[in-house]
C-alpha cells in the first residue's frame, strides 16, 4: 500500500516558477514509476511527466519539455516537479500516481495508476 500526499501548489504569474512535491509512505516507494497528472476546469486528466522506478529515465508532455522537470528521491520517498517559464495554460489541479514496475512510457498512456495522492492546485496569472 502506498499513499501519496502532494505539496507546493499555489499562485504564480506567467514566467514564474513553482515546485511541486509528492510524498510517498511505504517501504516499497522505490518500486513505482512515478509520475504527474494535470487537470484543468472543463478539460480531461492529461500526464505531465513521469519517472522510472529504476533507471531514473524521464518522460515529458511535449508541451512542458524544457520548462518541467521531474525528479526523484527514493531516500527520502519523494518525487518533485519543478516547474519553470510557467503559462496560463499550465493552471490545473496537478497530482502525483505511482505505477508499480511501469516504463514511463506506459504510464504515460494508462487510464488508471495504482495509487493516486490527492492534488495540488497551481493558478498561473497572466
Known amino acids: 500500500q502506498v499513499q501519496l500526499v502532494e505539496s507546493g501548489g499555489g499562485l504564480v504569474q506567467a514566467g514564474g516558477s513553482l515546485g511541486l512535491s509528492c510524498v510517498g509512505s511505504?517501504?516499497?516507494?522505490?518500486?513505482?514509476?512515478m509520475g504527474w497528472f494535470r487537470q484543468a476546469p472543463g478539460k480531461e486528466r492529461e500526464f505531465v511527466a513521469a519517472?522510472?522506478?529504476?533507471?531514473?529515465?524521464?518522460y515529458y508532455l511535449d508541451s512542458v519539455k524544457g520548462r518541467f522537470t521531474i525528479s526523484r528521491d527514493n531516500a527520502k520517498n519523494t518525487v518533485y516537479l519543478q516547474m519553470n517559464s510557467l503559462k496560463p495554460e499550465d493552471t490545473a489541479v496537478y497530482s502525483c500516481?505511482?505505477?508499480?514496475?511501469?516504463?514511463?512510457?506506459?504510464?504515460?498512456?494508462?487510464?488508471?495508476?495504482?495509487?493516486w495522492g490527492q492534488g495540488t492546485q497551481v493558478t498561473v496569472s497572466s
Open positions: 500516481a505511482a505505477d508499480r514496475l511501469t516504463a514511463v512510457r506506459t504510464m504515460g498512456v494508462l487510464s488508471s495508476h495504482d495509487y
Open positions: 519517472i522510472h522506478w529504476s533507471s531514473g529515465s524521464t
Open positions: 511505504g517501504r516499497s516507494f522505490s518500486s513505482y514509476t
